[in-house]
């Protein structure tokens, strides 16, 4: 689909009074059956998650798997030299795997230190991000959204998106500056 | 989203004190076998009941002050979720009243319990050294403001709360709030002079600057454990209808964020005393790790951190209030071997050994608060009704 001036569509946005209305609408396009869209808020928007119809999110199980990572890299960097390498008594402690009381702050703290990485990338994968511009932004009202601006934006690759019903649908939720935003 | 929708404010909820009047005849009952039980052993094997009675008391006392914790941490904080379940902490917490009583067998049997209290002076200069501290009518003094700050805040906390009931007036939640600014470091203090006086005390010649923590980091997340089981009761006989699933997420939140921090703190000082290597501070971790008491600090440590963190991480099991309580049951469990394997060792430096009073003692000082609470119970509302924030409490989603 294509713009009057020749741009591609990105989707059909629309602008709401308030986090409530927001709130609203989007329950409304999540009983619709729209999977390809946001909202945007200035701030945090309580359940917004279920009102969107969002799932569990599965950062937990990359940050689980960045976790053990780091769980036996730690594990492996100390133990290989200390105990099985090249063991060497020092201050009189064991020099076995009963050496490990010693290690607990780097296990810990590698466990962290991946983890944190994992949960940085991949939520930064899952975002889509890094990126120079969004559609969104050539929309001017949309810079409102970082002071009190709440909105909300159905993507035209969405199965379920037309241009007159979706128009339509944004309009009854009560949405209001209804416009198409074309990409780049 | 207040403005979406207007729920009517539910209207106060009350224990029906005759319904559960056999189980309370039985808790009293229960109470007076082990108390005369207890005057028995107290003249029978006056050694080993000491240290049981201990090992009873601190238990119950530890839990207790946990819930007082989150009392004041919930007016510090300003917080709204606890609301619903903050009535069944006031009463749990104000049992600190009831303790009072139960800690008087402890100052009769010092001569047992602390080996301090029968060295004259002049004979261990380590101990001489403490004299400034270890000294009995300080030692009194202690005792008894321990328990008239912690159990008054308790009390004046339960008591302005109960009040708001009824005329919904806004200035208890600013009084509860002044209590609790000002019971926050009084808090501390108290709960970690108390260990250092009860248990650091049970040996004079040892000590460890992580116990108030250490102790701390036990009572608030058992205590979490033990509302889980008390809300989960009240719910099962038909009470508390409005403490929803997402009420129990939070809950179970904590045990995890205290079954962690529990962790840390009991591995900081476990290394930095490993490491040091120095004799008069290893000798509480070498009683304890040697002998048949070694098994028991290992099932400590995989059964009070390893095992609850790895299925606390799990939402579904937060959100789960049967599963949940099989977890808080078992972290209740760990807290009293925690209590029983700082206590015990003390008097059985050798080796585990069991008594009958070690099941005793922590059975009657527990019927007799389950009594308490009990009356308690039927006293007020289960639920702050008038409270300012209830509502937030009723529609939270986390």
């Known amino acids: 689909m294509k713009t009057p001036y020749g741009h591609n569509v990105y989707g059909i946005a629309a602008e709401y009074p308030s986090a409530a209305a927001l709130y609203e609408a989007a329950k409304r396009v999540r009983d619709a059956g729209f999977k390809r869209w946001d909202v ?7 359940g917004m998650d279920e009102a969107m119809g969002l799932g569990k999110s599965w950062l937990s199980a990359v940050v689980l798997a960045g976790g053990i990572t780091g769980i036996l890299t730690a594990l492996i960097l100390e133990w290989g030299p ?3 390498l090249y063991p060497l008594i020092v201050h009189g402690k064991p020099f076995t795997w009963r050496v490990v009381p010693a290690f607990f702050p780097i296990i810990f703290e590698l466990t962290i230190l991946f983890s944190a990485f994992a949960a940085f990338f991949a939520w930064q994968i899952m975002n889509g991000l890094p990126r120079w511009n969004h559609p969104m932004f050539n929309w001017n009202r949309f810079a409102r959204v970082t002071n009190d601006g709440f909105f909300l934006a159905i993507e035209a690759n969405d199965p379920r998106f037309s241009e007159e019903e979706t128009q339509h649908l944004l309009e009854e939720t009560g949405g209001q500056h209804i416009t198409m935003i074309h990409e780049e | 989203m207040s403005e979406l929708t207007r729920e009517p404010v539910p209207q106060g ?3 029906e004190t005759n319904r559960f009047a056999g189980l309370s005849l039985g808790l009293g009952v229960g109470a007076l076998v082990g108390l005369v039980l207890c005057l028995i052993g107290a003249f029978v094997s006056p050694l080993q009941f000491s240290f049981s009675w201990m090992f009873g008391f601190i238990l119950f006392f530890t839990m207790c002050n946990g819930c007082l914790f989150w009392i004041i941490v919930h007016y510090a904080t300003d917080a709204e979720w606890t609301v619903v379940v903050r009535r069944q902490l006031e009463n749990i917490a104000v049992l600190l009243l009831a303790l009072a009583i139960l800690a008087i067998p402890i100052l009769l049997l010092r001569h047992q319990l602390f080996e301090w209290t029968n060295i004259p002076p002049g004979q261990d200069h380590v101990l001489d050294s403490k004299r400034q501290y270890l000294n009995w009518p300080f030692f009194i003094f202690r005792a008894v403001l321990y328990f008239v700050l912690l159990g008054g805040m308790a009390y004046l906390l339960r008591r302005f709360s109960v009040a708001q009931d009824r005329d919904g007036s806004p200035r208890f939640t600013i009084w509860m709030r002044k209590v609790s600014f000002g019971g926050l470091p009084i808090f501390g203090l108290a709960l970690t002079f108390a260990a250092f006086d009860w248990l650091m005390g049970l040996n004079y010649r040892w000590y460890s600057t992580m116990w108030g923590p250490y102790i ?12 889980v089981l ?3 009761a009240l719910r099962k006989a038909g009470y508390l209808k409005i403490v929803t699933l997402e009420h129990y997420h939070i809950m179970g939140k904590w045990m995890l964020a205290f079954c962690i921090f529990w962790a840390y703190i009991g591995f900081g000082q476990y290394m930095l005393y490993w490491y040091a290597n120095i004799p008069e501070e290893t000798q509480f971790f070498i009683v304890r790790n040697t002998q048949s008491w070694w098994p028991l ?14 299925i606390l991480l799990l939402r579904s099991i937060k959100k789960h209030p049967h599963q949940l309580c099989w977890v808080a049951g078992w972290l209740v469990f760990m807290q009293a071997l925690d209590m029983y394997i700082i206590v015990l060792p ?3 430096g050798t080796g585990v050994r069991l008594s009958i009073w070690d099941l005793i003692c922590p059975l009657t000082i527990g019927c007799s ?5 009990l009356r308690i119970l039927g006293r007020a509302s289960m639920f702050p009704v008038r409270d300012p924030r209830l509502i937030e409490s009723l529609r939270l989603s986390n």
Do not use: N, Q
């Open chain 2, 216 to 227: 701390f980091a036990g009572s608030v997340g058992s205590s979490m454990s033990l509302l």
């Open chain 2, 297 to 310: 600090s290992l099932l400590l440590v995989f059964g009070r951190f390893f095992a609850p963190f790895g």
């Open chain 1, 82 to 84: 200390s105990w099985i």
């Open chain 2, 13 to 15: 909820e009350y224990f």
């Open chain 1, 40 to 46: 945007f808020s200035p701030f945090p928007i309580h």
């Open chain 2, 230 to 232: 008390v809300i989960t």
């Open chain 2, 346 to 348: 003390a008097l059985h």
């Open chain 2, 369 to 373: 608060l389950a009594f308490v609470y």
